[in-house]
T-cell receptor
Framework: GAGVSQSPSNKVTEKGKDVELRCDPISGHTALYWYRQRLGQGLEFLIYFQGNSAPDKSGLPSDRFSAERTGESVSTLTIQRTQQEDSAVYLC???????????FGPGTRLTVL | AQSVTQLGSHVSVSEGALVLLRCNYSSSVPPYLFWYVQYPNQGLQLLLKYTSAATLVKGINGFEAEFKKSETSFHLTKPSAHMSDAAEYFCAVRGTGNQFYFGTGTSLTVIP
């Protein structure tokens, strides 16, 4: 079956603009994670959704970042008033149950000019 | 709190030589540990995982890792490197809040 997909694959935007990044998890996967990967660095946890429970937003770096997920389907990560330090690859992962294998999408490369 | 430390951001080995990528973890609970590989321009792919069963875990592509509680380590090894092993490798530990904490990664170069 299809893996995790993300769109767009690349996004170039101007400082101050809002961007929306999309993640389509594997069908049936209840858990969905967003990470940020800055150049040359590891993965930084942003937010975690598990079914219909309240999301774990503890990793969001500022109130400019938000994410939504409807049920167990698509998720969108929104960054408002983008800054140059937001430039990174944003990765989405899904899994079928807690502590199970995370399946990653190819990422969205965001460049803020 | 949970965290992982990967020693060596870059490792180079000759083709056919032993691959050893180091990972040390910190965890206040029995850890779930993972190694992921990221090939150029691709997403992360699971190599192997430790979930409190056998301490020696075998993964894909001939990789294996050994969980050593006394050393808080989960080093990744492969007896003989292949050119196709060149990639970025990430160690991760699952935290109590269902978060996964990733190391900063080790870039493996295989020299022909």
């Amino acid at each position: 079956g299809a893996g995790v997909s993300q769109s767009p694959s690349n996004k170039v935007t101007e400082k101050g603009k809002d961007v929306e990044l999309r993640c389509d998890p594997i069908s049936g996967h209840t858990a969905l994670y967003w990470y940020r990967q800055r150049l040359g660095q590891g993965l930084e946890f942003l937010i975690y959704f598990q079914g219909n429970s309240a999301p774990d937003k503890s990793g969001l770096p500022s109130d400019r970042f938000s994410a939504e997920r409807t049920g167990e389907s698509v998720s969108t990560l929104t960054i408002q008033r983008t800054q140059q330090e937001d430039s990174a690859v944003y990765l989405c992962a899904s899994s079928s149950r807690l502590a199970d294998t995370q399946y990653f999408g190819p990422g969205t490369r965001l460049t803020v000019l | 709190a949970q965290s992982v430390t990967q020693l060596g951001s870059h490792v180079s080995v000759s083709e056919g030589a032993l691959v050893l990528l180091r990972c040390n973890y910190s965890s206040s609970v029995p850890p779930y540990l993972f190694w992921y590989v990221q090939y150029p321009n691709q997403g992360l792919q699971l190599l192997l995982k430790y979930t409190s069963a056998a301490t020696l875990v075998k993964g894909i592509n001939g990789f294996e890792a050994e969980f050593k509680k006394s050393e808080t380590s989960f080093h990744l090894t492969k007896p003989s490197a292949h050119m196709s092993d060149a990639a970025e490798y990430f160690c991760a530990v699952r935290g109590t809040g269902n978060q996964f904490y990733f190391g900063t990664g080790t870039s493996l170069t295989v020299i022909p």
